[in-house]
């Protein structure tokens, strides 16, 4: 009989019941809860919206107070009444609380606040870009698992039957039946199985513990319902195709291109109120004891204030925003139409791979009655060992391609949705 070389990797050191199924939704969700980026996106909105609420107290009024005491070495007025020699103020004590609320500030208010506005849209963007990019990254994880055991269970299956014809050709060699180099071929083929056997539990066990770091799940405790995945030939998504160019304003890229653009001509405008006159009206209350002598008294004024010398430099500034809110608008044109290159480019991928999986798929059943038919030759006697095994070999690689193929097909599928905004 054959010996199997039983590979045990972290996952068989515990019992199934103590290890936790996650399906590929439940890894999505975990990986969006462990990711660095995306808790410092998170942080990000909410500096954002704190900008946000800053930018909105500028609308009342400014409050400050002062106050001073002073006492001199000597009385800091002098005056001669009639030859007489007076000196006054030599210490006291003045303070003032003024309020002050401007009514026109060239619109750099209201335009800071909704600066800060398009600050917390575009933090709301970027965490959405790192979700599609977690959630893309957790699928192709997810799917190389499946894969591998699934090429796990090709592998099984392949070493039954090895195992069968061992016995078989070894019973047959006894009796001078076959020849005894027919089983020195099966033996080859049973090496060379457990050695594929041995990469695949391998490579499984690395890539388990890649995904569980990813998630933040515990390794030993990983496990995944591959045993019971339906891996059928799934029908064609056509209903996921869309307009492109409708599309366009649906997708993340092109809103941060347009916030982008918003917040250039935001700044021009901020550039432009800097120059243009400020209006402002306020309330002081303030008190003195000067001259043994305590006085408060209350005064309203109003207040505008010019810039002249700013429009100097302040010409070359604003025209260097126009530029910029220029340069916006080509970058929002030129990557719109990127983007909806990148939309067909995807979609040809996921044509492609559909047709790839057909043809694994055609070629997996092809092989599988090549491997019935061979065995029923061999076993009359029609057709050599090396065909049969040759047979095997065929069943395995067109398993190995389906697999790879299926989750080829469920990566650009997801590719394709994030590019069109789904």
Not at 93 to 111: E, S
Not at 296 to 320: L, Y
Not at 380 to 403: I, P, R, V, W
């Amino acid at each position: 009989m054959k010996r199997y070389i039983i590979v045990l990797s972290l996952l068989s050191v515990l019992p199934l019941s103590a290890q936790q199924a996650y399906t590929l939704e439940e890894c999505q969700q975990m990986a969006q809860s462990h990711n660095i980026a995306l808790r410092t996106a998170d942080a990000n909105i909410e500096m954002a919206k704190e900008q946000r609420h800053e930018a909105f107290t500028h609308y009342f009024p400014t409050l400050s107070a002062n106050g001073m005491a002073f006492n001199a070495n000597k009385e800091t007025m002098e005056m001669s009444i009639m030859g007489m020699h007076l000196g006054i103020v030599k210490n006291g004590l003045m303070g003032a609380v003024t309020a002050v609320q401007p009514i026109f500030a060239g619109g750099q208010i209201i335009n800071a606040n909704r600066l800060a506005k398009t600050g917390v849209a575009v933090s709301q963007l970027q965490r959405q870009l790192n979700v599609n990019e977690v959630a893309l990254t957790t699928e192709q994880y997810y799917w190389q698992i499946i894969a591998l055991q699934e090429k796990q269970k090709t592998l099984q299956t392949l070493a039954t039957l090895l195992a069968r014809l061992h016995n078989d050709v070894a019973v047959a060699v006894k009796a001078g039946v076959v020849n005894r180099n027919d089983l020195l071929q099966v033996q080859l083929k049973e090496n060379e199985v457990e050695s594929h056997q041995l990469k695949v539990s391998n490579g499984l066990a690395l890539a388990r513990m890649v995904l569980a770091q990813y998630i933040g799940a515990d390794t030993a405790r990983l496990n995944f319902p591959a045993t019971s995945y339906n891996f059928s030939l799934p029908d064609f998504a056509l209903s996921n195709r869309t307009d492109h160019v409708a599309a366009l304003r649906h997708t993340t890229e092109y809103q941060l291109l347009e916030e982008n653009v918003a917040a250039k001509k935001l700044q021009q405008k901020m550039e432009l109120g800097k120059r243009l006159p400020t209006v402002g009206v306020g309330a002081s209350y303030a008190y003195h004891d000067l001259l043994d002598n305590d006085r408060s008294f209350a005064t309203m004024f109003a207040q505008v204030s010019i810039p002249i010398s700013d429009w100097w430099g302040g010409s070359h500034a604003i025209k260097r925003r126009r530029l910029a809110v220029q340069i916006a608008q080509d970058e929002l044109q030129n990557k719109a139409e990127l983007l909806v290159i990148r939309m067909q480019k995807n979609w040809n991928d996921v044509e492609e791979a559909y047709k790839q999986l057909q043809i694994a798929h055609r070629g997996k059943e092809q092989a599988e009655e090549n491997l019935r038919l061979n065995t029923d030759y061999y076993k009359a006697g029609t057709c050599k060992m090396s065909d049969l095994l040759e047979a095997q070999a065929k069943f395995q690689q067109t398993h190995d391609n389906y697999c790879d193929a299926y989750a080829q097909y469920r990566i650009k599928l997801l590719e394709y949705k994030q590019s069109v905004g789904k």
